[in-house]
DNA sequence: ATTTTTTTGTTAGCTTTATCACAAAATCAA
DNA sequence: TTGATTTTGTGATAAAGCTAACAAAAAAAT
C-alpha cells in the first residue's frame, strides 16, 4: 500500500481508540456516520479513510469493528513492538512516561537519560534513568527507534544528532527548538506556539482588526 | 485584515520567538532565505506569510526585525493581557504552568482547579489551585478566556461545556477525549495519535508493505 | 412486485496550503 | 554607464486534504 495521509494516520489512530472502547462493551458492527459522530468528522471522511486503507463494509450493515481494528493495526503498527526513550525526565517528562505506559502497549518506554546525579541509576514507572553518555550503547543494546525529548532546548538539536546516528528513526521534540534532522521521521510539539494560536482564534471579535 | 490561516498564524508565533532572540544580540535586519532557514522551511514561505500580513520589507536590506516583531505582536497579541485557567493539576497541569509562566508574558496563567483536597488552596508556580465548584465565579471574576484541559478524559466534555458557558474562548485539551464545542476555539492535543503518527512514519522501511 | 429508504464506495470538485517562476527595483561590478 | 546580481513581492500553479454528489446495492415498506 502506498504511505498514508498523515491526517488519514492521525484519524486511523483515533478510529482504532474509539473502537476498542466499542468491541469492549460487545458492539459488533458500526456505520460509517457513527464513527463520524463519534469524531465529530464527517461520515465521508470516515469512509474514504477506510477506502484508503482497502476496508470493505457490509451495505446496510456497515463495518465489522473487530476486522476494522485487525486491519488498522497491521497498518499503523509495527509487527512486535517498538522501543523508546526520553531524554529528560524533569516535570513532562514524567507526564508522559506515564501516560504512554498506561495508554498503549505497542510502543515501550524501555529508556530514560538525564543529566541529574541524583535522577541517574532511579526508575521511574518502572524504567531506568541512565546518565546520557551511555546513550548510543543503550540506544543500540535496546534497539530504540523512537525518542522524545523533554531537555532544555539548547542541547535538543546534538542530542537528536547523536539518537539519529545511534539508530533512532522517529523523535517526539517537545522543546521549542526548530530541529534540523536527517534520515528520522520528526514530530514536532510547540506548547507556546499552540497557546498563541488559541489566543490568536479565540481573540473577542472585538479585537479584531 | 482578513483571518489569516492556521498554518501562519503559528510560523507567525515562530517567527517572532526567533527574531526576538535575533534583537537581543542587536541584529537589525533579516533576510526572507535568513529567517527561513532558521525555521527549515522556505524563503518564499516566509515572504508570503510577511505579505499576508501587509508588512514590506526593503529591497537589498531585507526585513526590519524590529518592525516586524511589532507588527506581528499587534496581530495575534490582545491587546493587554489575556488570563488562563488550568484544570487538573498532575503531572502534566504543572509542567505546563511552569512552561506557560516562564517563555511568555500576554498569556497569563491565573488560577488552578482540581478535585485533590490536598491541591486546593495551595499553589503552583505562585498560583492558587481552586475546587472545581469554583469554576463558574473565578472563570467570571478574573475574566478568564483560555483554558488547559489536563484532567481525566472522563471529565473533559463537562468541563469544557461548563468553562464555556461561563465566557472561556479557547481551551486546549490535553485529553484523548474529542471535545464537542460550540462557541469557542479548541486545540486538541493527543499524544497517543502523535506517538502512533511518529511510529508509523518512523517504521522501518523493511516492514512497509 | 414495486417503490422507498438506507448505507457503502467513489468520482469530481472545492478549499487550503505550499511552491514555482518571474517582474521590479536596488545595489554592485566592470 | 551598462550589465550582472541580489532580494522583495506576487500571480499562477501544484499538492494536500476535505466535501458534495451520486451510483449501486441491499433491505424495508407498501
Known amino acids: 500500500m502506498r504511505q498514508l495521509p498523515e491526517r488519514t494516520v492521525e484519524r486511523l489512530s483515533q478510529y482504532r481508540r474509539v473502537l476498542l472502547r466499542l ?41 465489522k469493528i473487530k476486522d476494522l481494528v485487525d486491519l488498522i493495526s497491521t497498518i499503523i503498527d509495527t509487527p512486535g513492538k517498538r522501543n523508546l526513550a526520553i531524554v529528560g525526565i524533569g516535570n513532562l517528562g514524567q507526564a508522559l512516561i506515564n501516560y ?27 524504567v531506568t534513568c541512565y546518565s546520557m553518555d551511555m546513550m548510543e550503547e543503550i540506544v543500540k543494546k535496546e534497539s530504540i527507534t523512537i525518542a522524545l525529548l523533554t531537555l532544555p532546548p539548547q542541547f535538543a538539536q546534538s542530542t537528536a544528532n547523536r539518537l539519529i546516528e545511534a ?43
Chains 1, 2 share one sequence.
Do not use: C, W
Not at 25 to 49: C, F, G, M, N, P
Not at 101 to 125: L, M, R
Not at 167 to 185: D, R, W, Y
Not at 187 to 200: H, R
Open 23 to 63: 468491541l469492549s462493551i460487545k458492539k459488533e458492527y458500526i456505520y460509517s456516520h457513527e464513527l463520524a459522530s463519534l469524531l465529530h468528522i464527517t461520515a465521508v471522511q470516515v469512509r474514504r479513510d477506510i477506502m484508503l486503507i482497502g476496508h470493505t463494509g457490509t451495505l446496510r450493515l456497515g463495518y
Open 167 to 209: 539508530g533512532v528513526k522517529g523523535i517526539m521534540n517537545f522543546t521549542p527548538t526548530l530541529l534540523n534532522l536527517q534520515g528520522a521521521f520528526l514530530e514536532q510539539y510547540d506548547m507556546i506556539t499552540s497557546l498563541e494560536k488559541v489566543a490568536y482564534f479565540s481573540k473577542p471579535k472585538f479585537f479584531v482588526s
Open 100 to 126: 504512554i505506559a498506561s495508554n498503549q502497549d505497542k510502543i515501550i518506554p524501555v529508556a530514560i537519560f538525564d543529566v541529574n546525579e541524583k535522577k541517574i541509576g532511579s526508575t521511574f514507572h518502572g
